[in-house]
């Protein structure tokens, strides 16, 4: 009880620290997206994705934990806790948001599974169906796309997995329906889309990202305002809708409940 008292205060003080930031609208939220496997511009997913089929949804759950199986996704988060999360978005393209999300949190959902102690990561991907997901057919990415945390990353209270949005229960298919990954203080392409295999795994996961340009995106890829991409500087973002950008926050403005994490390493060489 205790426990949850605290996550319902966090998340309590998460909304009220982010009500004097205007959400972005539902539309640009819908209509703005990175998503690959639907096309590679940013008005491609809501064109591309609305004959994507999310239902049913199966979870395959592998590796390092006490009930490996594959979920139908109603049963896996069966009697967890939907909560509303209204959280900034950074994306490493030098653009954000604010996104009302409706979520689990994933701690939750992790002690539900039972890991191992072996298990020091969790490694997730996205679904692999080139007949549903067109740009799985094009070399753009090695698929199904991938994306990993540290177990301590996956346990903070701000972890979420987002199954809607904008008070919707259900997320728009080019948001990453029916499931996805939500961690604010970290760049977009963290926030792995469409889920359907969640394994633990006791090495660092190598992720889609990682693969296809090592020495641009890292593992950890934490809002970094003091390291620039290769192409795209960090230190300021334009927030869809206003015309001035603004300056961009370590962490993405959430450093009281994450930098302890990082404490010690050297966030240039762990990008």
């Not at 960090?234 to 950008?245: D, P, S």
């Amino acid at each position: 009880m205790n426990r949850r008292r605290f996550v319902q205060s966090v998340a309590a003080l998460l909304i009220q620290r982010e009500a004097n930031e205007k959400p972005t609208p539902y539309k640009d939220v819908t209509t703005y997206n990175n998503f690959y496997e639907f096309g590679i511009d940013k008005d491609a997913p809501a064109r591309n994705a609305k004959n994507f089929r999310t239902q049913p949804w199966l979870v395959s759950v592998e590796g390092l934990v006490k009930r490996p199986q594959s979920y139908a996704l109603p049963d896996l988060i069966k009697g967890l806790t939907i909560e509303d999360r209204v959280y900034r978005m950074r994306c490493v393209e030098g653009w954000s948001m604010v996104i009302p999300w409706q979520g689990l949190q994933l701690s939750a959902l992790i002690n539900r599974l039972e890991p191992t102690p072996q298990a020091k990561y969790i490694e997730f991907q996205t679904l692999y169906d080139p007949d549903q997901l067109p740009e799985q057919r094009r070399a753009i990415l090695q698929w199904p796309y991938v994306e990993g945390l540290r177990m301590d990353e996956a346990m903070n209270p701000l972890a979420i997995l987002a199954v809607g949005l904008y008070g919707k229960p259900a997320l728009p298919n080019q948001n990453g329906a029916p499931i996805r990954l939500v961690t604010p203080w970290k760049y977009g392409f963290k926030g792995i889309k469409s889920i359907a295999k969640i394994r633990f795994v006791e090495k660092q996961p190598v992720t889609a990202w990682m693969k296809a340009a090592p020495n641009e995106y890292g593992f950890f890829a934490n809002v970094n305002p003091a390291v620039d991409h290769p192409r795209w500087s960090q230190a300021t973002e334009r927030r869809i809708g206003e015309f001035f950008k603004r300056k961009t926050l370590p962490f993405n403005g959430y450093a009281d409940q994450v930098a302890t994490m990082y404490a010690g390493m050297d966030l240039k060489k762990n990008f």
